[in-house]
């Protein structure tokens, strides 16, 4: 406890700090993944391939990506951001795509028509109705960049890595503990919070059975 | 009203809809029918422009609808589909006001509509506005989805096999409500089925279409009496009375298929013949096949011998009749006749077949409910 209180000020830094990197990057990947999903889901052909080529980035270890954005970006945060959006945009993606292109047709077919213009029946019809995929696309990427965030340590973004890395390089098992147990309850909270989202933001008309 | 005029459709290769002509008036139920591939979705779908013609033209009170955009076109023309495809996001009330939302009519509006169209289908406003599809029956969301395709009083209101999935009960009722619907309302609907039961059942006009062309377009009436090619007359199955009752004859409801034998053949051949074939009658012929009278197995017993021709026992108390008397006339013999059939002749008195009461049931059978299997 006096390892806590000696270092609250730190702790609280660099879990502030996470909570800033995870949240720019899920907030770029979210701005480049939605609107990318949705235009894939009127090129299904390109889909595949669009969809197998961002798949292959999220194999390449992170520690790599790191490394080269590095390279090209500097130390900061700006690199750390750069992969972490990589890492966001996938999960996200791949549930707004599934999300619009599972669609009930026949609820696409009365919509146009109907005289619904295509962007109504992406903004009436078809963004509400994936919603609750694209919210569990979103979930996914939080709850992966938080962990992969412990990374940003090593180019100097800070975060609870720092933490980590500082304990790994002292042998202070209490840094180390201190910063995964943060991330893992950041990670679980996080997660929790965006199911609630989730079930909020599902229309009531998806949720009620006769 | 809606005028189709030498409209083609490929896809790839295959010719979908083949130099198409057709009109249909205003205020008119047309039923377009026929097999799958037929083209009949197809030319629905082109009146609202979902699907655009390779060539020809389509009228729509009188304006080409290629002049027209499309979407503004839609919103004039209501669409049902088998799917149904409610909004499952939006209560029934929001499902019906999507289209005068669309053309921005205010809320009381809506309001209003919703509830008189409601009311058209006996569905209670308090009851079922707020609810969501999810929570309907088969049958109530797709009368939602007609009330939806009617919210903004478009003229005309096309219907691609709007009942298809719907329990026959179900299904029943919805076509007594649309054909309501669509005298009161005084609508022009277009609908497209391929069961020849709801066609009939509905339309003015049926437009029975084959490979993309037009096979004859004519009221039920007029296709039941009168069906034009061997493709309708399969579809119309046993629906269609080709019998006139009064025209029926003889031999229609004879059986042609009969023992008869030579008036040479000896007794003992004709007792083994009757035994194999397990009858108790034999007609008798002379050497042109001319009807000379029966041999029943109980002449052959008090009277006859063996060896002896058969000829010799022909007993001509029996009742006959020509093949072209009339059916009415050959029930009549038959209900008299104490043998329990009549023997068909020829002109030229051979046989042309034998009338029992099996043979009868059978043809008046058919004659009621279509060829039997």
């Known amino acids: 406890m006096t390892f806590m209180a000696k270092n609250s000020g730190l702790i609280i830094n660099e879990t502030l700090n996470h909570m800033r990197l995870v949240g720019i990057s899920t907030l770029f990947g979210l701005m480049i993944s939605v609107p990318l999903g949705i235009l894939l889901s009127r090129r299904r052909r390109a889909a595949k391939y669009v969809l197998a080529l961002v798949g292959t980035v999220q194999t390449i270890p992170g520690l790599v990506l790191l490394g080269f954005a590095m390279i090209v970006f500097g130390i900061g945060s700006k690199p750390a951001i750069v992969v972490l959006t990589l890492y966001a945009i996938l999960p996200a993606l791949r549930n707004t795509y599934t999300g619009i292109t599972e669609v009930d047709p026949g609820c696409i077919e009365s919509a146009k028509g109907i005289g619904m213009s295509n962007i109504q029946t992406l903004l009436k019809v078809e963004l509400p109705l994936a919603l609750p995929s694209i919210v569990g696309g979103l979930r996914m990427s939080v709850i992966y960049i938080i962990s992969w965030a412990t990374l940003a340590g090593l180019v100097g973004a800070g975060g609870l890595g720092d933490l980590i890395w500082t304990g790994l390089a002292t042998y202070e098992n209490n840094f180390i503990l201190t910063g995964a147990i943060l991330a893992a309850v950041m990670a679980l909270a996080s997660g929790a919070l965006i199911g609630l989202l989730q079930n909020i933001m599902t229309p009531r008309g998806l949720k009620v059975r006769r | ?373």
Request: net charge neutral; glycine share 6%.
């Open chain 2, 1 to 373: 009203m809606i005028q189709f005029e030498n409209v083609c459709k490929r896809y790839g290769k295959a010719t979908v809809i083949d130099d198409l002509s057709l009109t249909v008036e205003e205020g008119q139920f047309v039923v377009l029918i026929g097999p799958s591939g037929c083209g009949k979705t197809t030319t629905l779908k082109m009146i609202n422009r979902l699907i655009e013609p390779d060539k020809g033209r389509i009228f729509v009170n009188g304006s080409d609808i290629t002049r027209v955009n499309a979407v503004a076109l839609r919103r004039t023309i209501g669409y049902v589909i088998q799917q149904i495809g409610l909004f499952p996001n939006m209560t029934v009330g929001q499902n019906i006001s999507v289209v005068p939302k669309l053309l921005r009519y205010t809320n009381a509006q809506c309001d209003e509509i919703t509830r008189s169209l409601l009311q058209l289908v006996d569905m209670d406003y308090d009851v079922y506005a707020h609810k969501y599809p999810s929570e309907l029956s088969g049958g109530q969301q797709q009368r939602i989805g007609v009330l939806r395709a009617l919210a903004a009083s478009p003229p005309i209101v096309l219907m691609d096999e709007p009942f298809g999935a719907l329990d026959p009960i179900t299904r029943e009722a919805l076509q007594e409500e649309i054909k309501k619907i669509q005298r009161k309302l005084k609508k022009t609907i277009i609908f497209v089925t391929h069961d020849m039961d709801e066609a009939l059942r509905l339309a003015d006009t049926i437009v029975f279409m084959n490979g993309g062309r037009v096979v004859q377009i004519a009221s039920p009436e007029e296709m039941l009496r009168n069906p034009k090619e061997d493709i309708i007359k399969n579809f119309m199955g046993k629906r269609i009375s080709k019998v006139d009752y009064n025209s029926l004859l003889a031999a229609d409801i004879m059986r042609a298929s009969v023992l008869k034998v030579h008036k040479t053949k000896l007794t003992l051949e004709c007792v083994d013949l009757m035994n194999r074939r397990q009858v108790n009658t034999l007609l008798v012929v002379d050497d042109d096949e001319r009807f000379l009278g029966i041999v029943t197995i109980d002449d052959i017993k008090k009277h006859g011998r063996a060896g002896k021709e058969i000829g010799d026992l022909v007993s001509t108390e029996t009742s006959v009749i020509g093949a072209g008397d009339s059916a009415k006339e050959a029930f009549e013999r038959l209900v008299d006749s104490r043998s329990g059939y009549v023997v068909v002749k020829h002109p030229n008195d051979t046989v042309a077949g034998l009338i029992t009461k099996t043979s009868m049931v059978k043809a008046m059978a058919e004659a009621m409910w279509g060829e039997q299997e």
